[in-house]
């Protein structure tokens, strides 16, 4: 008996789609390869999600070909975390951003490179590229990871954009020697959930049909959104996985769990409204260091907090965008995370005021006890010619805003440091 909706069958080697019989193929038809993807909506899912596989450790690998076959971590020294660390040092348990001591522990012969950002940012740029070519509607989440939209291409491609992504996948390990696994769906939550089932160099399909069964007996720190300290809630709640969401009505889990709960209904569901955003803009801006010994006492936090506090400023004004909300971010000798937040008068570019907002946040929150790292971020962005307006009660505020452009102009001629205020000094 015929099947109302046939199963397709995409070739990942020579990009062949075809219909399949009941039972599809192991191999291609065409040329014999036994990359194959399945699936009875292969044609009509155009939301994708696309991930560099383990994209720091395997631009290294390529450009060093002896450390191919051995495991690379990408990262800081014995004080910092891991940024990256290949499939072979995964092997033996290494994680991003586990610390790096531990990771060490776990893998003694890694070898450790130093991350080296500007390289990893002209990778990007090419995989980028190669996406526009796609389409526009293309949403960046970091430099090895992106959403993709490609509702209405085929036309245009005369190709499903299952195809195209197909193509784009193995143009990019051919031509920029880096591999990506691919998600494809109806939408960001599933698309980006599918990317991470068949890695490294996976191509992956959750149709609109099987969503919510998919979903179903997954732990709830599956949906998008939902962190430890939210799946604590829902975990104290009764709510492990998530099938046990669906019981409750969107107005239940919105007055327990507030805008969040209307998103939790939707995803239980397999459903997610949100748009891909092309070109939209960042939400945050963040500066951060961790030391090579553990901080003790307050005035060398905030020593260290002021450096960070005028390379925040220069990035916002770079990008033109100016914060409304400061986070102050600690992190403590035992790795636990500290993040305190609060909102300002005005959005500010001034690294004065992020400074005096970020100090205070550090004298109200800080604890006999080392701290191995500190940060300070910027979110809330908007627009910069909204930054830091004149204050009646401040009259000094514009003229320090001014000082701080000076600055800012000179060390662009003359070198970053060139020219510094004296907080910069140690006393």
Wanted: hydrophobic share 35%; charged share 30%; net charge positive.
């Amino acid at each position: 008996m015929q099947q109302e909706f046939p199963v397709k069958t995409l070739c990942r080697d020579c990009v062949t789609l075809t219909t399949g019989e009941e039972t599809p193929p192991r191999r291609c038809p065409s040329c014999g390869g036994p990359r194959l993807v399945h699936h009875t909506e292969l044609e009509s899912l155009s939301f994708a999600h696309l991930d560099c596989d383990a994209f720091y450790a395997s631009v290294e690998k390529r450009d060093r070909p002896e450390l191919r076959d051995k495991p690379v971590i990408v990262g800081g020294g014995q004080r910092g975390v891991v940024s990256a660390a290949c499939y072979v040092a995964r092997l033996y348990g290494v994680r991003s951003a586990m610390p790096m001591f531990k990771a060490l522990s776990l893998c003694p012969d890694a070898e450790v490179l130093r991350p080296d950002m500007a390289k990893y940012r002209e990778v990007s740029r090419a995989i980028r590229d190669r996406m526009s070519a796609l389409t526009p509607q293309i949403e960046p989440l970091s430099l090895d990871e992106a959403f993709l939209d490609l509702s209405g291409t085929s036309r245009l491609h005369r190709a499903s954009p299952a195809e195209c992504l197909a193509r784009l996948a193995a143009d990019i390990e051919r031509d920029l020697a880096v591999s990506v696994s691919i998600g494809l769906s109806t939408c960001k939550l599933l698309a980006k959930i599918a990317s991470d089932l068949d890695k490294p160099r996976g191509f992956a399909v959750i149709g609109a049909s099987e969503a919510a069964d998919f979903l179903a007996d997954k732990p709830v720190s599956i949906l998008w959104g939902v962190g430890s300290a939210l799946q604590k809630k829902l975990l104290s709640d009764g709510i492990r996985l998530v099938r046990d969401l669906r019981p409750y009505e969107e107005s239940e889990l919105m007055a327990r769990y507030g805008a969040m709960g209307r998103r939790l209904h939707l995803f239980a569901r397999g459903q997610d409204p949100r748009p891909i955003e092309a070109d939209a803009p960042a939400k945050s801006l963040s500066s951060e260091t961790t030391f090579e010994q553990d901080i003790q006492d307050l005035d060398s936090l905030q020593h260290h907090l002021w450096p960070l506090c005028e390379k925040l400023a220069r990035r916002l004004r770079d990008k033109d965008v100016a914060g409304k909300t400061v986070t102050l971010k600690l992190r403590t000798g035992d790795f636990r995370l500290q993040t305190r937040s609060r909102q300002l008068f005005a959005p500010t570019q001034s690294a004065e005021t992020l400074y005096e907002m970020g100090h205070t946040l550090l004298r109200e929150n800080w604890k006999p006890g080392g701290y191995r790292l500190i940060g300070i971020g910027a979110a809330d962005l908007v627009r910069g010619e909204l930054a830091d307006p004149p204050d009646f009660l401040d009259p000094q505020r514009t003229r320090r805003i001014a000082v701080e452009k000076a600055i800012d102009g000179l060390n662009r001629k003359l070198g970053t440091d060139a020219v510094r205020k004296g907080r910069s000094f140690t006393p």
